[in-house]
């Protein structure tokens, strides 16, 4: 595509991860059955008043300074007029004209190496609209998620292909994750995105006529739907057709967007202040220890791992890929100072048993302590290494204590040097012939006596300690 540049904005909207609804009581539960969770304030009852979740705008605090944003520490709320079946109250409350934060950023790497700098709006405080499922000619409405909190974070239109975009997204998702602001589930629609994206000739200063396509609930469907709206526009001015200013879906099936609605002008929502909710002067104080308090940022997370432990940098992005493995990880280094060793269990044996039985780790019956404490059995030479193929299997599945799996199946490691020595006795005797051979084939011989050993130990031999008491015993043996 060398004929226009793609100009791309991306609005998302984050559940935020509250146990109440943003202006009332109601509680918060994805998967519930529908219309159980709801209150009188989602329904827009007579009489039935908002009240401002402060843990709602604490998460929204969070956010703002993740993103480097200026908080406006008055805290208003504005009314959408909105006359539609998924809001019963008629208006959405939101925070059209103040925003808790403006004018923030986020460095996104690229493909390259290179960074850039994605500008961001805005983030305002608003509450989510009901679930609506459509199944041949009827609709049927969930209002569970009607009133749940949402923050609507607004890029600039700076971005300008298919991977910026979801290197932006991806990064975004990231620090919400690990700041506990959402659990940012694209496929639960906790994390939804609408991109909005225009094409103009390289060089033009106006933007071209710009198309939504809404809820994108996958980054993969995110580049997809760019990819195919890129080529569409396209091909629409090279033919000297008209971009229509429309909102579009993505269709999965087809891997193409869809007309859902055209957007002849700009929709008058009738804006004004929300009369029941008075201006909130945000505590200074209060909101100095919010962000004192706030989680460590993925990318100070990420910069640690590297400078303080020298993990390479795939180990690190395999980690902090999950917020649980992640969390599991450091409380594990509580009970072992084995960080590679930690690392390679965590990324090799037990996420294939995660991947292969489809389980996060706090599924598992395996914690921190019983890995941490696996490790240090092996470090001191109690059982060795191979033989925790052995015993995790039986962690993650039954969560027994690490010396009761040793002691059931016989798997304690022998290091006492007199009773390696009398074991060897015998398979010295057996093999003269082969000790013979020691000048020629020394590395033949000690493999096969140590082979012997472990044969006869069932593997429990320290290999350590024996080899130096083979080595030892052949010595012995020449002089004789």
Known sequence: MNNFEVVIGIENHV????????????????????????????????????TVNKQGVKLAILAVNALGMELDDLLRFDRKSYFYPDLAKGFQITQQFHPIGKNGKITITLENGSEKIISVERIHIEEDTAKQTHKGNLTYLDYNRSGVGLIEIVSDPVLRSADEAVGYVEKLREILLFLGIS??????????????????????????????????????????????????????????????????????????????????????????????????????????????????????????YLNDYSLKEEEVNQLLASLELTNFFEVTLKYTNEVNKVVNLLLGDIQSHLNKNNLEIGATKLTPQLLGTLLELISQGVISSKHSKTILPILIENGNSVEEIIEAHGLKQISDPIQIDGLLTPIFEENKDLLEQFEQRPERVTKTIMGQLMKETGGNANPDVSQEIILKKIKEYKIK
């Open 183 to 304: 659990d940012v589930k694209m496929n639960e629609g906790s994390l939804r995105c609408d991109v909005n994206i225009s094409l103009r000739p390289f060089g033009h200063p106006n933007f071209g006529t710009k198309v939504e396509i809404k809820n994108l609930n996958s980054l993969n469907n995110v580049k997809k739907a760019i990819e195919f709206e890129i080529k569409r526009q396209s091909a629409l001015l090279l033919s000297d057709q008209e971009v229509i200013m429309e909102t579009r879906r993505f269709d999965e099936s087809s891997n193409e967007t869809v007309s859902m609605r055209i957007k002849t002008d700009a929709v008058d929502y009738r804006y004004f202040r929300e009369p029941n909710i008075l201006p909130i002067k945000l505590d200074k104080n209060w909101v100095l220890d919010v962000i004192k308090n706030s989680p460590e940022l993925p990318q100070i997370k990420r910069r640690r």
């Open 15 to 50: 559940e935020l991860k509250t146990k109440s609804k943003m202006f009332c009581t109601g509680p918060v539960e994805f998967g519930a059955t529908p219309n159980t969770k709801v209150s009188e304030v989602d329904l827009g009852y007579p009489g039935a008043l908002p």
